[in-house]
T-cell receptor
Framework: GAGVSQSPSNKVTEKGKDVELRCDPI?????LYWYRQSLGQGLEFLIY????????KSGLPSDRFSAERTGGSVSTLTIQRTQQEDSAVYLC?????????????????FGSGTRLTVV | RKEVEQDPGPFNVPEGATVAFNCTYS??????FFWYRQDCRKEPKLLMS???SGNEDGRFTAQLNRASQYISLLIRDSKLSDSATYLC??????????????FGAGTRLAVHP
């Protein structure tokens, strides 16, 4: 598509429920990133995909968080047994970089995010 | 020490003012640098890349000092529409041969009439 698309845009869930957040990157972008941003805070890196593999999962805060990417395109971030501290905006970004090359010039393009509220 | 540090502000300036934001980064192996702009409740958007020679885009000028590991953004003739949070972003090389963008916490700018 023309931009990075995320769904849903807003999600309210009860504590303890599982949620799935979806990211559809720009067509042809091989690199995909998930970040989260809590209210008034900076961006916190979660996970990076190059194609379908995830060479860097270091930012996932706990084993309740997982992500996958299929077909080198759409990615799903899953949060199991949600907690109130999971409330944040989850941002997906993609880049035209291949193995980081090209990122030097292009940076990332972000989706508009999913605002998750755990009540 | 944070990998990317910025003064959080807020910077409150009148229209027409010149304002400068600074940023320092900790990893001397960092390869490329950016300024992003984030409006309230919106996603970050790339404002400009930062090159060693310095670069200018209209009213915006970015500078990089690799020796001091310091990046700056200068905004001249501030407009009300410049009010936003400005994120300093550094591309950090990672083990395994890939790069990752590390974001500063942002500097908030408020331009008033």
């Amino acid at each position: 598509g023309a931009g990075v698309s995320q769904s849903p845009s807003n999600k309210v869930t009860e504590k303890g429920k599982d949620v799935e957040l979806r990211c559809d990157p720009i067509s042809g972008h091989t690199a995909l990133y998930w970040y989260r941003q809590s209210l008034g805070q900076g961006l916190e890196f979660l996970i990076y995909f190059q194609g379908n593999s995830a060479p860097d999962k270091s930012g996932l805060p706990s084993d309740r968080f997982s992500a996958e990417r299929t077909g080198g395109s759409v990615s799903t971030l899953t949060i199991q047994r949600t907690q109130q501290e999971d409330s944040a905006v989850y941002l997906c970004a993609s880049s035209s970089s291949l193995r980081g090359v090209g990122l030097a010039n292009y940076g990332y393009t972000f989706g508009s995010g999913t605002r998750l509220t755990v009540v | 020490r944070k990998e990317v540090e910025q003064d959080p502000g807020p910077f409150n300036v009148p229209e027409g003012a010149t304002v400068a934001f600074n940023c320092t980064y900790s990893n001397s192996a960092s390869q490329s640098f950016f300024w992003y702009r984030q409006d309230c409740r919106k996603e970050p958007k790339l404002l400009m890349s930062v090159y060693s020679s310095g670069n200018e885009d209209g009213r915006f000028t970015a500078q990089l000092n690799r020796a001091s590991q310091y990046i700056s953004l200068l905004i001249r003739d501030s407009k009300l529409s410049d009010s936003a949070t400005y994120l300093c972003v550094v591309n950090m090389p990672q083990a395994g041969g890939y790069n990752k963008l590390i974001f500063g916490a942002g500097t908030r700018l408020a331009v008033h009439p």
